[in-house]
């Protein structure tokens, strides 16, 4: 039993919305054998974005009009109920695929996060904190242990009710707030000194909660306040997979002794018609990453994350054939002292259009990696459960 309307337990109820369409309504990248599914607490998709692009508030304190948020659409009512799952939150916190079949302990996540917190202890000891969707509440859970005064845990997803008995559970109930419910439409009567949240999707911006952290950082944060993580960098490889390729195609070349070679356009088209989550090794990539996006949590706007575009050109290392790009991500957990200000870059993304702005940012983020702690998904790094995002090809640079 919860009580309105104050937060009894450390628990608020939702506000009352429509049924949430059939559960599977939202139809991912193919990933190998299994999928993570979409992200719990989100506000709403960019492309869903209002048309001004700014991030929406309850109230325009320049103008004092009461602004009513975007209206939850029956995208996110499934989007929410997909995170209601506890494989979901399983996955994330237990295990990373390893070639879409075997699962290794993926402690890169939810170590690195912990590790950030006590990094930014300082900030965070006595501060008040909100974990944009909080999922099982245990990031909101470390920023209690780290000394915090109180902490929100905000998600969308039914998965809130059991943070706050997970929160009763250790004793935190006194410090740990759960909001069920939207970013738009939860309400904090105080300003915060930290947002937190594990926001980043496949493609680093697929299906990601990245415009859910704008919409809290400009409801409710502190000038000069601290974002975990602060920036991401967003990668691009050609790569090659001949593994992938045998297993897909050419087991049809001869099927018990049967040249089934006519099933090869078909085989192809089904095998790389769409776009997938699988682990691939640093062998498979021709070249060095190419950044498409890098993108600042301090300054980015909805309005920029409604389209992604870099222009790409590539010379390989090495002879080997062509099946496509993989991409992968980044996340730095820097304070706002040391993330780019306008100062240093015309705009949050930073867009590279060619090898030698590259090389640039490639230079700048690894001369110094005590500097800053990094969580990456990156080929050559400990598997996580994003693994890489690939699009491979079937088409005739295909032999």
């Not at 990668?235 to 090659?240: E, L, R």
């Not at 776009?275 to 993108?295: A, D, M, Q, R």
């Not at 306008?342 to 590259?358: A, G, H, L, R, Y």
């Not at 702690?373 to 890489?388: G, M, N, R």
Request: glycine share 8%.
């Amino acid at each position: 039993m919860f009580s309105d309307p104050g937060y009894s337990n450390g628990y608020c109820r939702p506000q009352e919305g429509g049924a949430a369409p059939e559960h599977g309504a939202l139809r991912p990248p193919h990933r190998g054998r299994g999928r993570r599914r979409g992200r719990r607490g989100r506000s709403h998709d960019p492309a869903d974005s209002p048309a001004s692009g700014g991030a929406p508030r309850v109230a325009d304190s320049e103008q004092g009009v009461e602004q009513k948020p975007p209206p939850c659409t029956d995208f996110d009512m499934a989007y929410f109920h997909s995170y209601a799952h506890l494989g979901i939150h399983e996955e994330m916190i237990k295990n990373a695929r390893r070639g879409g079949r075997h699962y290794v302990p993926d402690r890169v996540r939810t170590e690195t996060y912990r590790t950030a917190i006590m990094r930014h202890q300082s900030s965070i000891a006595g501060k008040v904190v909100v974990d944009v969707g909080c999922g099982t509440g245990i990031l909101s859970i470390f920023c209690a242990q780290a000394g915090a005064k109180r902490v929100y845990a905000v998600d969308a997803s039914d998965i809130a009710v059991q943070a706050n008995e997970v929160v009763k559970a250790n004793n935190l109930s006194d410090t740990v707030i759960v909001l069920h419910g939207r970013v738009e439409d939860v309400e904090i009567d105080e300003e915060v000194d930290v947002i937190i949240s594990e926001w980043m999707g496949y493609l680093l911006l697929y299906e990601s909660m990245l415009g859910s952290v704008i919409t809290a950082r400009d409801r409710w944060l502190k000038p000069g306040g601290l974002i975990l993580p602060s920036n991401a960098t967003l990668y691009m490889a050609p790569v090659t997979h001949s593994d992938r390729y045998s297993d897909s195609i050419d087991f049809w070349r001869n099927v018990y002794g049967i040249d089934m070679s006519a099933m090869l356009p078909l085989a192809k088209q089904c095998a790389f018609e769409e776009p997938c989550i699988e682990t691939i090794s640093g062998e498979n990539v021709l070249t060095w990453p190419h950044v498409v996006k890098h993108v600042d949590c301090y300054t980015v706007t909805l309005g920029e994350l409604e389209s992604v575009t870099t222009k790409y050109k590539f010379k390989s290392m090495m002879r080997a054939p062509l099946h496509g790009f993989a991409f992968w991500f980044d996340v730095e957990f820097n304070g706002p002292a040391t993330s780019p200000t306008s100062n240093q870059v015309s705009s949050s993304f930073i867009e590279s259009s060619n090898n030698q702005s590259t090389d640039v940012s490639q230079r700048k983020k690894r001369a110094n990696p005590s500097e800053a702690l990094v969580l990456s998904t990156a080929p050559e790094d400990p598997p996580t459960h994003w693994q890489q995002f690939c699009r491979l090809w079937y088409t005739s640079t295909i032999q």
